[in-house]
Nanobody
Framework: VQLQASGGGLVQAGGSLRLSCAAS????????RGWFRQAPGKEREFVAA????????MYADSVKGRFTISRDNAKNTVYLQMNSLKPEDAAVYYC?????????????????WGQGTQVTVSS
């Protein structure tokens, strides 16, 4: 399975971006997907996750109320709508997928990863 993340860029604080993560190859559209991010000098951290059905979602406290994760299984694509962006949201954003059920915030429980897309937020 290959994941291709896109949609990153430069945005002013308070602005919005929509990230996409498209899967190709042998896909498991019924299993969870997640978004993580890593800022320079920091460890990779959980941002949001969504179940295979899209019914269950999880968010990091730092993004609750501002970010929304969704998925279109017909397109094998997961989205991350990011609103009210802050300078501290700047990072490389990675999408990840699992080969089994169970939404999780733990990066070590994801089986495959995309290449990342850069998000820069100017103050």
């Amino acid at each position: 399975v290959q994941l291709q993340a896109s949609g990153g860029g430069l945005v002013q604080a308070g602005g919005s971006l929509r990230l996409s993560c498209a899967a190709s190859g042998r896909t498991f559209s019924r299993f969870p997907r997640g978004w993580f991010r890593q800022a320079p000098g920091k460890e990779r951290e959980f941002v949001a996750a969504i179940s295979g059905s899209g019914i269950t979602t999880m968010y990091a406290d730092s993004v609750k109320g501002r970010f929304t994760i969704s998925r279109d299984n017909a397109k094998n694509t997961v989205y991350l709508q990011m609103n009210s962006l802050k300078p501290e949201d700047a990072a490389v954003y990675y999408c990840a997928g699992k080969n089994n059920p169970g939404v999780t915030t733990r990066s070590d429980e994801y089986d495959y990863w995309g290449q990342g897309t850069q998000v820069t937020v100017s103050s």
